[in-house]
T-cell receptor
Framework: DAGVTQSPTHLIKTRGQQVTLRCSPK?????VSWYQQALGQGPQFIFQ???????QRGNFPDRFSGHQFPNYSSELNVNALLLGDSALYLC??????FGAGQVFGPGTRLTVL | DQQVKQNSPSLSVQEGRISILNCDYT??????FLWYKKYPAEGPTFLIS?????DKNEDGRFTVFLNKSAKHLSLHIVPSQPGDSAVYFC??????????FGTGTSLTVIP
């Protein structure tokens, strides 16, 4: 079992660009949550996808959007990148509707120059 | 608005001794709490959880205590081992929905 996988591992973008991050959940998991972890901070909840719909959303602007595919994999899109978007983006998957039993992926390190 | 706080950024403990990591929260609606451990270049790994109907949960060397009146939880690791050196995050949620994380405590276990 590969667990939660994320791609790419690292990414460098410039301000104003758009980025797409990808996540494949652990086998048997159908819920995917995305988190942003800035340096020295804990993970902050961005949103959660279940049954291909955004079910919950944290305090993030509309520049952050996502998608879940029928195979439960997910994408996080960030438009009009700002320097402050530089962070580790973590994907977590869990079985069922709620976040209990979340398994995290290794994250994607995004640097915005 | 930091609803979950870990006020100690770092902690050093001798191998074999007890490590106590603390976490405070402000939202009285939180009813499910977790501790995660994170090594560099890896995602957080689930360690132990507790629901608000309990005040203690044990799993091997790890015990989590919950004091609802004080809105405080703690993680005890006994005995501490060098492999326990990592960053520990506490997280809280309402019925397993959106999880709020603390800022983490970096534990160093000295051999």
């Amino acid at each position: 079992d590969a667990g939660v996988t994320q791609s790419p591992t690292h990414l460098i973008k410039t301000r104003g660009q758009q980025v797409t991050l990808r996540c494949s959940p652990k086998s048997g998991h159908d819920t995917v949550s995305w988190y942003q972890q800035a340096l020295g901070q804990g993970p902050q909840f961005i949103f959660q996808y279940y049954e291909e719909e955004e079910r919950q959303r944290g305090n993030f602007p509309d520049r952050f959007s996502g998608h879940q595919f029928p195979n439960y994999s997910s994408e996080l899109n960030v438009n009009a990148l700002l320097l402050g978007d530089s962070a580790l983006y973590l994907c977590a998957s869990s079985p069922g509707r709620f976040g209990a039993g979340q398994v995290f992926g290794p994250g994607t390190r995004l640097t915005v120059l | 608005d930091q609803q979950v706080k870990q006020n100690s950024p770092s902690l050093s403990v001798q191998e074999g001794r007890i490590s106590i990591l603390n976490c405070d929260y402000t939202n009285s609606m939180f009813d499910y709490f977790l501790w995660y451990k994170k090594y560099p270049a890896e995602g957080p790994t689930f360690l132990i959880s507790i629901s608000s109907i309990k005040d203690k949960n044990e799993d091997g060397r790890f015990t989590v205590f919950l004091n609802k009146s004080a809105k405080h939880l703690s993680l005890h690791i006994v005995p501490s081992q060098p492999g326990d050196s990592a960053v520990y995050f506490c997280a809280a949620s309402v019925t397993g929905n959106q999880f709020y994380f603390g800022t983490g405590t970096s534990l160093t276990v000295i051999p």
